[in-house]
């Protein structure tokens, strides 16, 4: 499975768009990119993937290069809530498992 | 829809004793994923089921972790005997097939386990 690059943390202000981005150079064609995150405390949950196209759901926008070497997952209007780790994965369909990194700690100030 | 259950929530032990976890999946999802979670790192696989089969182990310290899962469904995690170094939270993750991309994986809240 390709790995992934995240900055260790961010920072956002409340009501801003939170860009939290990751580096994944050596994806390749069958590898899907998801992002979940961790609030402490909890277990991990789901936000969004993609596979070439930019994505959007009710939590978040997914975009993501199109030479597929990066991704950009982001939170819109950021709130307190939003406070979390988050996780960039590269998960291919050959192996269907979750492989996590270290991940992002977003920290979301009022 | 019920969410993955686990527990107990927390569980202190002394060293050289056993413990053991249990996760009650989504009702029909086939996968079932146990991880272990240390302080300030990511989750790590530990084994992966589909149905009541292995689909990998490979990351599971056999010597002192085994888990199983009953009729499919639920999952119980043991550690025999533990050492200081797996005190960590376990979370347990279901999905509805084994390309599980597709559907989403849903983790449970997990078990915190302190080993002193």
């Known amino acids: 499975d390709a790995k992934t690059t995240q900055p260790p943390s961010m920072d956002c202000a409340e009501g801003r768009a939170a860009n939290l981005p990751c580096n994944h150079s050596?994806?390749?064609?069958?590898?899907?990119v998801y992002w979940y995150r961790q609030i402490h405390s909890q277990g991990p949950q789901y936000i969004i993937h993609g596979l070439k196209n930019n994505e959007t759901n009710e939590m978040a926008s997914l975009i993501i290069t199109e030479d597929r070497k990066s991704s950009t997952l982001i939170l819109p209007h950021a709130t307190l809530r939003d406070t979390a780790v988050y996780y960039c994965?590269?998960?291919?369909?050959?192996?269907?498992?979750?492989?996590f990194g270290t991940g992002t700690r977003l920290q979301v100030f009022p | 829809e019920a969410g993955v259950a686990q527990s107990p929530r927390y569980k202190i032990i002394e060293k050289r004793q056993s413990v053991a976890f249990w996760c009650n999946p989504i009702s029909g999802h086939a996968t079932l994923y146990w991880y272990q979670q240390i302080l300030g790192q990511g989750p790590k696989l530990l084994i992966q089921?589909?149905?009541?089969?292995?689909?990998?182990d490979s990351q599971l310290p056999k010597d002192r972790f085994s888990a199983e899962r009953l009729k499919g469904v639920d999952s119980t995690l043991k550690i025999q005997p533990a050492k200081l170094e797996d005190s960590a939270v376990y979370l347990c993750?279901?999905?509805?097939?084994?390309?599980?991309?597709?559907?989403?994986?849903?983790f449970g809240s997990g078990t915190r386990l302190t080993v002193v």
């Open positions: 993750a279901s999905s509805l097939g084994l390309r599980g991309g597709d559907y989403g994986y849903t």
């Open positions: 994965i590269v998960l291919s369909y050959n192996t269907d498992k979750l492989i």
């Open positions: 050596t994806i390749s064609g069958n590898e899907y």
């Open positions: 089921f589909q149905n009541n089969g292995v689909v990998d």
